[in-house]
């Protein structure tokens, strides 16, 4: 990176955060801290709740995913549209109806103060760790690459976002997501570009996805029954569904983003927004990422896309070892090249039995750079003890730092800072509601005035932006607390999302009922996935959500004559 | 359906909340065939 851009960083991610911070300075009313403004316009809402839930590591490391493994993550999310009809359907309207300000309050409404609370510290546990990572995995991608120094990433772009989302609350995050949302589609739609013009002359759009589907890299929907599998059709559709439901419906991170604004219309159009356009926008990162494949094709791809590990490594080597197989590496690449050369040759001159063995042959050198790859990536290891063996994240950002001009290299590194500042954002803004609502104000202090109320959730809101700055400190100190926070974010969704279920469709479960039937619930499911069960993540949110209900309407049958009295 | 501003959708087409509900779906299955048919044509 040179001055250009990185005036074009610094200008981009202050001018919008400064823009933000001086328009929502004056708030003191807790309606416009904590829902924004009564005026916020749908599309508003649609961005920002796409803002909300595309952090820095979708853009970064999902191109990445693209390159390696084409485009099958995209049926993570045929479930999403499905849930969010069910949340502007009947969640909320509930919502809007009750005027709540978090999703827990509704469960207080419905059930009890103890299943309120018991949702609420679901969510603080989870959203509080997990808004660390939010700061962390960025970060780390960025500070490798770019050669900045781990800590100043991490507190300078963590205090840009507590600062804004302290001054300005529900406003000044849905005012900076919109601009912050547009920061990152130019950027990402300059890359797309960039990667298309960087194809070789005469390479038709026929050819390149013919390369890319020779090498298995178009597969976007696997029928397989296998719950084993990590992404089909059905652990998307009806694990995605899951997933979602509880994500947009329970988590107040997104219920902050769509009560924001002041009708039920807006609300659901900026959802249906997101239902429409969540699968092409995936499947663009994806198909970006399909493209950089079919490039590296034709122009010799790096051993490691992590230079600075693999260099670091290299220069440890006094045997040799790592640059033997970078040699062996360059050379089957070179091979691969000319392979799939003669393959679309073949193909061009209408040869299917001359294409068919072209291709077969750069199948099997692709298999064999492949076990290159593994090989030095053990040689590296085992030199270098924690070096990273995900490749996704520094795929994208290693072709941005080689390939496009400088002033845009500028503008995709400040796309990649807006979205890890806007999810964060979103997240420490709910953090910060949660706890004012359901914990401050609901046990502490009954009765005070709003503008009391607003100094306590500024105060929260800075409490969990300083906690999370602080995680992403030490993350990298204690590996076991990472993969302890990932398991949280992936078991926790499946029981309160039960919960919820069970207070918009069972009337007759009552509180206690379903207050233990999802503690049980979540004992499943820690003892499921520490038990290893051989399933894709995405089921145990079916598993959590299903056995919530299924408990809570067990203990209801058996408390039946109680409940009736109370 | 009581008429009321929110029962609106305000637009062209989608007139109430069911359609537009509809449409999303018809979206989402218009991708999965998309997505079946490029592989189909290219895998």
Known sequence: ?566 | MSGGPDDQTGLPGLRTWRRVYWAVVAALAAWVVFLCLLDRAFG
């Not at chain 1, 610094?10 to 309606?31: E, P």
């Not at chain 1, 207080?108 to 995995?137: E, H, M, N, P, V």
């Not at chain 1, 896309?305 to 590496?329: C, I, K, P, T």
Request: net charge positive; aromatic share 14%; hydrophobic share 50%.
């Open chain 1, 1 to 566: 990176m040179n001055a250009a851009d990185y005036l074009v960083l610094v200008g981009i991610l202050l001018g919008i955060a400064l823009y933000a911070t001086w328009n929502t300075r004056r708030q003191d009313s807790l309606r416009s801290y904590l829902k924004g403004s009564e005026n916020t316009h749908w599309f508003t809402i649609g961005l920002s709740v796409m803002a909300t839930q595309a952090s820095a590591i979708t853009f970064l490391s999902t191109p990445g995913q693209g390159y390696q493994d084409g485009l099958g993550f995209v049926q993570n999310y045929f479930g999403m549209p499905l849930a969010l009809i069910v949340v502007a359907a009947f969640f909320l309207p509930i919502f809007r109806k009750l005027n709540v300000y978090t999703a827990y309050e509704f469960l207080g409404s419905r059930f009890d103060s103890k299943t309120r609370l018991l949702a609420a510290g679901f969510f603080l546990l989870q959203r509080g760790l997990g808004a660390g990572l939010t700061i962390y995995a960025p970060a780390i991608v960025l500070s490798s690459v770019m050669g900045w120094r781990l800590d100043a990433t991490i507190v300078c772009s963590g205090l840009v976002v507590v600062l804004y989302t302290v001054s300005g609350g529900c406003e000044a995050v849905n005012l900076t997501q919109k601009y912050q949302v547009g920061v990152i589609f130019a950027g990402m739609a300059a890359a797309f570009v960039i990667v298309i013009r960087s194809l070789p002359a005469g390479l038709t759009l026929s050819d390149s996805l013919a390369v890319a589907g020779g090498f298995h890299r178009l597969g976007g929907v696997d029928f397989s029954p296998d719950p084993a599998r990590r992404y089909t059709f059905w652990s998307g559709t009806l694990g995605g569904f899951f997933l979602a439901l509880a994500y947009f419906g329970t988590d107040q991170s997104q219920v902050q983003r769509y009560l924001s604004g002041g009708s039920l219309r807006g609300s659901r159009l900026g959802l249906m927004f997101n239902a429409v356009f969540k699968v092409p926008m995936q499947f663009f990162i994806l198909l970006l990422g399909v493209f950089l494949f079919v490039f590296y094709q034709f122009e010799r791809p790096p051993l490691f896309f992590n230079r600075a590990q693999w260099q670091q490594g290299v220069a440890h080597d006094s045997s040799g070892q790592l640059r033997a197989l970078e040699a062996g590496f360059d050379s089957i690449e070179d091979r691969k090249a000319a392979e799939v050369k003669a393959w679309l040759a073949a193909r061009r001159a209408g040869d299917a039995a001359g294409a068919e063995a072209a291709r077969s042959a750069a199948e099997k050198s692709q298999a064999a750079a492949e076990e290159i790859h593994a090989r030095a990536f053990k040689a590296l290891s085992s030199r270098r003890p924690g070096v990273s063996a995900n490749e996704n994240d520094y795929v994208f950002v290693d072709f941005i730092l080689d390939h496009l001009p400088h002033g845009l290299i500028g503008l995709l590194v400040a796309a990649f800072f807006a979205a890890a500042l806007s999810s964060k954002a979103g997240e420490l803004n709910a953090l910060g509601s949660t706890t004012t609502v359901d914990l401050y104000r609901h046990i502490v202090r009954r009765g005070a005035d709003d503008s009391h109320y607003v100094t306590a959730s500024r105060w929260f809101t800075a409490f969990w932006g300083l906690v999370a700055i602080g995680f992403a400190l030490f993350a990298h100190l204690a590996e076991n607390l990472i993969q302890a926070t990932n398991i949280l974010g992936s078991v926790l969704y499946g029981a309160p999302l039960g919960v919820f279920l069970v207070a918009f469709f069972i009337r007759r479960i009552r509180g206690t009922a379903v207050f233990w039937g999802a503690l049980g619930a979540q004992a499943l499911v820690f003892v499921l996935y520490f038990r290893g069960l051989p399933v894709s993540y995405l089921w145990y949110n079916v598993i959590g959500a299903a056995a919530c209900v299924g408990l809570s309407g067990a203990i209801q049958a058996v408390r039946g004559g109680e409940a009736a009295a109370a």
